[in-house]
């Protein structure tokens, strides 16, 4: 077994990390204070991203994209983790339901949002559908060679950074048809309802929609109808890997902090970190991010070796279960030792408490991942996640 980064992923990583500290982290507190990355600041990041060779991080060069390993995506996203505010997302990841597009939908969506030149933004929450899909209302209705849409979507993320938009609807409001549709802005009889605060401040915001009979082309169907879930659950495979990813990067700057701070704050005439009630909590910190990494290498090692899809899934389950609760614990635990300070917003464990708590929220809570763990367990046994073998 060889555990070790090879020459090139090294470098990726220290890219990643070299991104995250010269052009992220200036934009930080800008961003917390703004609530999101100002408009302004924009265009500058999109074209550093482009400049530094990160555009495209999830795609093969065919679509566009870098063609990077599973691995090698992880140890570039692992780094963007460190920084809060959600200014990872100014790296984009086009989604991956693109690559399932038609040639003429590659040509117009996914090379160019590849390249930086577009966006999109995923939309299948609703008021009432949530964990549960099958309760979408939005529907789509194909009257004279045009769907038409209608239905509301919630928490749709970098809405105000997208120029597209894909829909999840079901095709005459059939659970049966769970449909994906580009829709392009400006959209044609749309209400932007409103793009609420939320805990974390984010570089984008999550918008709420409502389309009234909006219109598109029989061309803007993605896929085939009734696939909508069966494409998305690629994305949520990735989806999960890059919260595990930004999990264990956010877990360990708090660690890091937290350790320096142990040293440098004296109480009672010595180092804090000489009280064990400290350095206990220090060892912790350790011990869950060196769990939740091993297992994140491991995940992302897998997929390159083309693991079986629905093992793939199971993993991805259990890896973004673990490692977003595993850093919301190392988080907690680095805010205690900074003691007051920790609380200050001005501090980056403040924000990047803030900032953990939604990964056991999106792209499937905690309780749903352990849905997807248990029925693993139910049908193919405890062995889906004890053997180390995967063949
Ligand atoms: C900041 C943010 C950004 C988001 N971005 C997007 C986006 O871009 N696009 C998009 O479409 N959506 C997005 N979402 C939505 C997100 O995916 C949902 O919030 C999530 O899937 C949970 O759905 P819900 O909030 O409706 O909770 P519900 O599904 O109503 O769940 C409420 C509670 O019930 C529990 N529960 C539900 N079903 C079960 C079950 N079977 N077993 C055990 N417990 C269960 C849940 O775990 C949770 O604790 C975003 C959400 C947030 C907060």
């Keep these: 077994m060889n555990f070790d980064l090879s020459p090139r992923e090294k470098e990726l990583s220290k890219k990643g990390r070299d991104f995250c500290d010269q052009?992220?982290?200036?934009?930080?507190?800008?961003?917390?204070?703004?609530?999101?990355?100002?408009?302004?600041?924009?265009?500058?990041?999109r074209q550093q991203v482009r400049d530094w060779g990160l555009a495209g991080i999830n795609h093969s060069r065919e679509n566009g994209g870098l063609g990077l390993t599973m691995v090698e995506q992880t140890a570039i996203e692992e780094q963007l983790g460190r920084v809060t505010n959600g200014l990872w997302s100014c790296v984009w990841r086009p989604p991956v339901s693109l690559k399932f597009g038609t040639e003429t939908q590659k040509h117009d969506y996914l090379i160019p949002s590849s390249h930086g030149h577009r966006r999109g933004a995923f939309a299948i929450t609703e008021p009432e559908a949530g964990s549960d899909p099958r309760r979408v209302k939005t529907s789509a209705r194909l009257k004279n060679g045009q769907w038409h849409l209608t239905g509301?979507?919630?928490?749709?993320?970098?809405?105000?950074?997208?120029?597209?938009?894909?829909?999840?609807?079901?095709?005459?409001?059939?659970?049966?048809?769970?449909?994906?549709?580009?829709?392009?802005?400006?959209?044609?009889?749309?209400?932007?309802?409103?793009?609420?605060?939320?805990?974390?401040?984010f570089a984008f915001d999550h918008a709420e929609l409502r389309f009234e009979g909006t219109t598109v082309g029989e061309d803007k169907m993605l896929g085939k109808i009734g696939q909508g879930l069966e494409l998305t659950k690629d994305w949520f495979v990735e989806a999960r890997l890059q919260i595990a990813s930004h999990a264990v990067g956010a877990a360990t700057r708090a660690a890091e902090i937290a350790n320096d701070y142990a040293t440098s704050r004296h109480q009672f005439d010595r180092p804090i970190r000489d009280f064990q009630g400290v350095?206990?909590?220090?060892?912790?910190?350790?011990?869950?991010?060196?769990?939740?990494?091993?297992?994140?290498?491991?995940?992302?090692?897998?997929?390159?070796?083309?693991?079986?899809?629905?093992?793939?899934?199971?993993h991805a389950s259990?890896?973004?279960?673990?490692?977003?609760?595993?850093?919301?614990?190392?988080?907690?635990?680095?805010?205690?030792?900074?003691?007051?300070?920790?609380?200050?917003?001005?501090?980056?464990?403040?924000?990047l408490y803030r900032d953990i708590r939604v990964d056991r929220i999106w792209e499937g809570t905690s309780e749903i991942q352990r849905v997807v763990v248990a029925g693993q367990i139910r049908k193919r046994?405890?062995?889906?996640?004890?053997?180390v073998a995967w063949a």
């Design 23 to 45: 052009v992220l982290l200036p934009l930080e507190a800008v961003t917390d204070e703004h609530g999101e990355l100002p408009m302004e600041r924009r265009e500058a990041v």
């Design 152 to 201: 509301e979507k919630w928490f749709v993320t970098s809405y105000n950074a997208s120029d597209f938009v894909i829909v999840h609807a079901h095709v005459d409001d059939d659970p049966d048809k769970p449909t994906l549709f580009l829709v392009d802005k400006p959209v044609n009889n749309m209400v932007h309802l409103r793009s609420p605060k939320f805990m974390h401040n």
């Design 279 to 314: 350095e206990f909590m220090l060892a912790d910190m350790a011990v869950e991010i060196f769990a939740a990494k091993s297992m994140l290498y491991r995940v992302a090692w897998e997929i390159d070796q083309g693991l079986d899809r629905k093992r793939v899934h199971a």
């Design 318 to 351: 259990a890896l973004k279960l673990y490692c977003s609760e595993a850093a919301g614990r190392v988080i907690d635990k680095a805010l205690q030792v900074l003691g007051g300070r920790g609380y200050m917003r001005e501090n980056p464990v403040e924000r």
């Design 381 to 387: 046994g405890i062995g889906v996640f004890s053997e």
